[in-house]
């Protein structure tokens, strides 16, 4: 019985305690943040750090990009015009050569043997047209031996050319002023007749043919200057011009051919991927704001300006895209100044924080040169 009484104390203890507890808190008007008393207003929303660019003045250009392997305009595959044992192979990989030089000479034996003996025919047969030609004169002659006789001549002289000719395709000569790029035979190797043997490639100029989308099809002309990079010479930039322009669009793919033409200058080789750039307008003082700054490139261009501390929306006319740079035809004015960073967290209105503001650097503290940092305003 007395352990029951003493139970129920101990409850009524406890009761009391936190009752006292919770009036404590309420005389002194907490809160579970522990704020302040009196603290009844609404805090405002936060200001939005922000980058922003100023709008310029820079030329721009209008320019189309693209991507195309460098190509040799002038290439010959020699070939054997006649069969025979290789003598000699005068040229290698790599060598410079001139039209008409000698690049392989095949054995040519049987060829002489040929000349020699049409040679010969043709010399009885001029003597026999010599005689012919006297015994005409005193009518000593039928009018039909002396044709046939004239006619077995030109014939042979005919003959006798044909074997010269078979005998000069011994001596393999270069149609083309190049570098050799392959020779396929060795001394000794038998060549068949019509056979490539040599492959020259003219490099002194390189073309690139780019498929151009028919949008462009107004835009490109023939003598445009045309910038090249290629992968393999970082750091260079090669220029030429746009050599031929191809009116006909391929239904299939809606593109046309744009032949490049560059000046090699002995770096550029055939079969390097270039990419290439051709610029075929410009403006001198267009008004440009940084591409980061565009919260959309189509239609509904727009950035955020910063006006009066805060954010606004700002509907813009683009023009050209030049790199970094977009041309601003109508929105804006030259001075004003554009969020290029953290845009993503803006709203139409949204208080802003600039930081890295052009001419925030420094100002003049003293005569002597020192300078101070100038803080932003809020």
């Keep these: 019985m007395r352990h029951h009484t003493l139970s129920r104390g101990h409850v009524r203890a406890v009761v009391l305690a936190l009752a006292c507890v919770l009036s404590v808190a309420a ?99 001029q003597n026999q047209f010599a005689r012919a030609q006297t015994l005409a004169k005193e009518q000593l002659i039928a009018a039909s031996d002396y044709d046939q006789i004239r006619y077995d001549l030109e014939n042979a002289r005919a003959a006798n050319r044909l074997a010269n000719l078979e005998l000069s395709y011994a001596a393999v000569k270069a149609p083309i002023s190049g570098v050799v790029a392959s020779v396929t035979p060795k001394p000794g190797n038998f060549v068949q007749i019509n056979t490539p043997i040599v492959r020259i490639v003219d490099t002194s100029t390189l073309e690139a043919v780019l498929n151009v989308p028919e949008r462009e099809l107004a835009t490109m002309q023939a003598g445009l200057p045309v910038d090249l990079r290629v992968d393999a010479l970082p750091g260079k930039t090669f220029t030429g011009t746009i050599d031929r322009i191809s009116p006909v669009v391929d239904s299939g793919s809606g593109t046309f051919r744009v032949i490049a033409e560059f000046d090699s200058g002995g770096l550029l080789q055939p079969g390097m991927f270039g990419r290439i750039g051709i610029d075929y307008d410009k403006r001198a003082n267009a008004t440009v704001v940084p591409r980061a700054a565009l919260l959309d490139a189509g239609t509904n261009a727009a950035v955020f300006a910063v006006r009066d501390g805060k954010a606004a929306r700002v509907p813009v006319t683009l023009g050209y895209m030049d790199g970094q740079w977009a041309e601003v035809r109508e929105g804006l004015a030259v001075g004003e100044q554009v969020v290029v960073a953290g845009k993503a967290a803006l709203r139409d209105g949204s208080a802003v924080t600039v930081i890295g503001q052009p001419g925030d650097k420094a100002v003049a503290a003293s005569e002597g040169g020192a300078v101070a940092p100038v803080a932003n305003n809020q």
């Excluded at 207003?41 to 189309?64: D, I």
């Excluded at 790599?94 to 039209?99: H, L, M, N």
């Excluded at 030089?101 to 060829?111: I, P």
């Design 27 to 125: 005389c002194k008007g907490g809160s579970p943040d522990g704020a302040a008393p009196g603290e009844d207003g609404k805090k405002g929303p936060e200001a939005v750090t922000v980058e922003v660019a100023a709008v310029e003045t820079r030329p721009v250009a209008a320019s189309y990009s693209g991507t195309a392997p460098l190509e040799a305009p002038a290439e010959a595959q020699v070939v054997a015009k006649t069969s025979g044992v290789a003598l000699s192979v005068l040229v290698e990989e790599g060598d410079v050569v001139r039209a008409g030089q000698t690049l392989v000479r095949l054995d040519a034996s049987r060829a002489e043997l040929q000349a020699a003996q049409t040679a010969a025919q043709m010399n009885k047969l």
